[in-house]
């Protein structure tokens, strides 16, 4: 039991800092199979791959824009509740953010046409978890503090509620074609199967505290507030039936929904690789645009309405004939009249988080001339072969994501270097809303048919990992074929 | 293969343990985290123009009313509440002198506090707070109060006229407390 307590603490922040989505290192890291699930168009050389199921492809990415672990519960005998007004309540503003993403891949195969060598195909099916939580500026305030005292006139905004999250499976079948020597485009299918789902971010409206009319305050609330969930319900009647067969029971409901069970949608992604000239490559990408349509298990629950309170008001000679009334019940039916809290099962559909990529690269550094296990045999003829030549490479990469609160840009910086056929590294330099000082470290050894890759993130603040805005890490284990064998 | 995994596996494991560590944390400190929000609003508002409290001539109350009042009483509040204030608000610009009672009741109808405010017949407006907790008197009157009950009565005649343009009395009353929620 005492362990408890700060699992769930580590737990939360572990989970709830993972952020972003951001794969920078794996993007057009081409050696490495999983590329193709950040650009469906980039350059693949392989013969064909296959990941070894559930290990090929393992993302955890950390992050939170505003406070860290350390911030907290650095042991540094400042009184917890100060380090919470003065680091959080002061600080903090309801554009920073606390979010998760981790992807873990079921299994990942690819492989080339053999009537069409320029066109390589893949398929799979990845889970994907995506939290993100905004941090509720006002409604922290307004809890914290309260309405009174300096708080009189104050209108909080309730629009300041914002969280989103899924689980979702995801089964996928891609086609990567080299159109020509110097373009490269790709293509996948997405079909999602949501596990859960619950998101509430179109909310509005304002709870303030004034001087009343007729009384000393008025308390008036303004709410348009919605949070709809599928999936949920559920999973929450398993948790509370607490029966011997709980674990059961929740392992057959997400295994029928992992298997297409539950709610369905459908997406796409879209790429391509572009050669400028021998030595530049410019690349772009753009990953789930698409949907589910939510119609089973769902409940939302809204406030909606507007109320004004002075408290229980008696004016004579009108109110006489209220006497042996029960005006404060009559108080509280008006309120909730006026600003109703209700539920429904009315089907929605979400959109998955858009994200999109781009970037440009240029090769240097000849190494001697060697086709050896290349693979470019697929790509033979015209400058292609040369590609594997340069034993250098360094450019820059955009990333967007959607956003509920809109779209968060990440710019990064990047140097890969080739060290024989072996081993591949790439550093990057990324400056995005967590972090200005986020280093990452990629390598990619591949053993004979044997890949093994891992990519990290953010590598100066594990330092001190309990005081990182961001850290991610991503590793897998792929075999690749470059010949006919 | 299985070479080359565990090869994996170890520069993994070699990469974390060798390059991550962390400050000691003490998540024990979440339980010294002190949420003490003041929660204001208003209570009970009373308005009588002249004319009504003239015509009731038979008694000098002219309003006595019994309210629930289970607000304090809630055991969320009740078990929350450290401090605060009731504040009370007079404007009178009737002609008549005037006496307003408010009692606290308990959910038996026994009487837990009083409050008793004379109001002159000159324009008068004047206010009172009354403190609660540490510095007042005790959170128990709070705790225990089920209903209030308001008297009002006119100490003057049932014939002046007010020279005010719509004479009336007024009373407002607002609480202010502090509550632990954490």
Same mark, same amino acid.
């Given at each position: 039991m005492r362990l408890g307590k700060p699992l769930l603490y580590i737990t939360f922040f572990w989970v709830a800092s993972l952020c972003s989505q951001n794969k920078q290192l794996l993007y057009d890291f081409h050696e490495i199979p999983q590329s193709l699930m950040v650009n469906p168009g980039v350059k693949t050389m392989e013969n064909w791959h296959t990941g070894i199921p559930f290990i090929s492809g393992l993302a955890f990415q950390a992050g939170t824009s505003g406070v860290t672990v350390n911030d907290l519960f650095a042991n540094d005998g400042i009184d917890f509740t100060n380090k919470v007004q003065e680091r959080v309540l002061d600080a903090m503003t309801k554009g920073d953010d606390i979010s998760t993403t981790s992807q873990i891949e079921g299994f990942n195969v690819g492989f080339r046409g053999r009537n069409r060598p320029n066109d390589y195909y893949s398929f799979g099916i990845y889970g994907e978890t995506d939290i993100i939580v905004y941090w509720p500026e006002d409604l922290a305030i307004l809890a914290f503090? +309260? @309405? +009174? +005292?300096? @708080?009189?006139?104050r209108s909080f905004d309730l629009g300041h509620l914002n969280v989103r999250g899924e689980m979702v499976n995801v089964f996928h079948f891609g086609v990567n074609r080299k159109v020509s020597n110097t373009l490269t485009v790709g293509a996948r299918a997405k079909l999602y199967s949501s596990i859960f789902e619950f998101k509430s971010t179109k909310n509005s409206g304002t709870f303030s505290t004034t001087e009343g009319l007729d009384n000393i305050y008025a308390n008036t609330i303004v709410a348009d507030m919605e949070l709809q969930t599928s999936g949920v319900e559920g999973i929450l009647d398993i948790l509370e039936e607490d029966t011997s067969t709980t674990q059961k029971d929740l392992a057959s409901l997400f295994a029928k929904r992992v298997l297409l069970g539950g709610n369905l949608g459908l997406g796409f992604d879209a790429g391509f690789t572009y050669k400028l000239n021998p030595q530049t490559t410019i690349t772009g990408s753009v990953l789930d645009v698409g949907f589910i349509y939510h119609s089973k298990d769902i409940k939302n629950y809204t406030l909606n309405g507007s109320a004004t309170n002075e408290g229980i008001e008696v004016v004579l000679p009108e109110d006489i004939i209220n006497l042996g009334l029960d005006l404060w019940q009559d108080l509280i039916d008006e309120i909730e009249e006026s600003v109703p809290f209700d539920d429904n099962d009315d089907g929605f559909i979400s959109l998955r988080p858009i994200k999109a990529y781009g970037s440009i690269r240029y090769d240097f550094g000849l190494r001697e001339a060697s086709n050896k296990d290349c693979g470019c045999g697929v790509n033979a003829g015209g400058s292609s072969q040369y590609e594997e030549m340069y034993r250098n490479s360094v450019g820059g990469q955009l990333y967007f994501i959607k956003r509920p609160r809109g779209i968060q840009a990440a710019l990064t910086g990047f140097y890969q270097k080739k060290l024989g056929r072996t081993l591949s590294l790439k550093t990057t330099y990324t400056v995005d809303k967590y972090s200005l000082s986020n280093i990452g470290l990629g390598l990619n050894l591949q053993a004979g048919p044997i890949n093994f890759y891992i990519l990290g993130d953010n590598l100066l603040s594990y330092q001190n990992i309990a005081d990182t805005h961001y850290a991610s890490l991503q590793f897998g284990f792929n075999i690749i074929s470059w010949n006919d064998n | 293969m299985k070479r080359l995994f565990f090869l994996g596996l170890l520069v993994l494991s070699v990469f974390l343990t060798t390059i991550s560590c962390s400050e000691e944390q003490d998540f024990g400190q979440f339980d010294d985290l002190s949420i003490t929000p003041t929660v204001a609003s208003s209570i009970f508002y009373l308005e009588s123009d002249e004319a009504f409290i003239n015509s009731v001539n038979t008694t000098n109350v002219f309003y006595s009313q019994v309210f629930n009042f289970d607000a304090f009483t809630e055991q969320f509040v009740a078990e929350r509440l450290l401090e605060g204030t009731i504040s009370y608000e007079f404007e009178n610009t009737t002609s008549k002198r005037l006496n307003i009672v408010i009692e606290f009741l308990d959910e038996g109808g026994n009487v837990l506090d009083v409050e008793t405010f004379d109001i002159d017949s000159l324009p008068t407006l004047f206010s009172r707070e009354v403190a609660y907790g540490s510095t007042g008197k005790s959170l128990d009157i709070l705790i225990n109060t089920s209903n209030l009950r308001v008297t009002a009565s006119n100490l003057s005649d049932t014939i002046s006229v007010s020279s005010s343009s719509e004479p009336k009395i007024t009373m407002g009353s607002a609480a202010e407390f502090l509550f632990r929620l954490k």
């Open positions: 503090e +309260g @309405n +009174g +005292g300096a @708080n009189i006139g | -």
